[in-house]
DNA sequence: TATACATATGAATAATTGTTCATATGTTCA
DNA sequence: TGAACATATGAACAATTATTCATATGTATA
């Protein structure tokens, strides 16, 4: 039977399985990591920056063809690069005015399959 | 050298390389799949259902529990779990008045791997 | 050096979204 | 059946975010 005096201390709701919840809160990763996690997959949760990706991943793209491909603007496009390259997903190289984007990992693609594993299932 | 005449059509930015955004096009995945593709890692880019995902890889746990366990609302989680439920992350079984919840797929384990190599890189 | 061009960025706006509060639904048991 | 409990849900609010517009930065070349 669970303890309901102990869960006072943990929060207003009443815990069933007291110890369940100690169980998990034992294995559960440090906040933080729990945080940049969402932060990463946060960036993948956008459809201009998932299409952005998948060009990347099949070709190296300057900033201007990419929104020709995806009939965006040049300045939204750019904003975007900015949020993936914060999060590192892609890298740039400079060939006169023209800025070359690329995938910076090999994780994203894999991340991308598993993805697509999901919803074709 | 690009023919600056074919990208009118194409949108208002000039297309440096229009080869290169034609081969891209060809290649890219149907705008619904991208979107869905989109749609599921937004469901990942929050830290409460990473959270919840985290806590539910470790351990099939009713609503209350989760609450307890993440010091939040009971319906601050309901309203999660409805969204993890839609993008069909977990699965949950009635017993009595409490409603388990567990992971409904096993890309998801692969997914978060993933996600965390590229963080830990 | 002045002009043209590719890209980046700041501010503003519109849309989306997570949480809270109040309440409804569904189940058990006395 | 009615009270108690676990969960679900609708509406409202606050916070976040994607895009647009205007403009700045950086590079090449005439």
Redesign the interface.
């Known amino acids: 039977m669970p303890n309901k005096d102990s ?1 006072i201390e ?2 207003d ?5 007291v110890e ?2 100690n ?3 034992k ?3 440090e906040e933080e ?15 201009t ?3 952005i990706l ?2 990347l991943s ?2 190296e ?2 900033v ?2 990419m ?3 995806l ?4 300045s939204a496009v750019s904003h975007q690069l900015r949020v993936l390259k914060q999060a ?1 997903l892609v890298k740039f190289r400079r060939d006169g005015k ?1 800025v070359y984007y690329s995938l910076d ?1 090999e ?2 693609q ?3 399959n ?6 074709n ?1």
């Open positions: 869960i943990l929060c709701t009443p815990v069933i399985h369940i919840v169980k998990v809160r294995d559960m990763p990591t729990l945080y940049d996690l969402a932060e990463l997959f946060k960036v993948f949760g956008d459809t920056r998932i299409k998948y060009a099949a070709s793209m300057c201007c063809d929104a020709a491909l009939s965006m603007t040049q590192r023209v990992d994780h994203i894999q991340i991308f598993q993805g697509l594993d999901h919803i299932e």
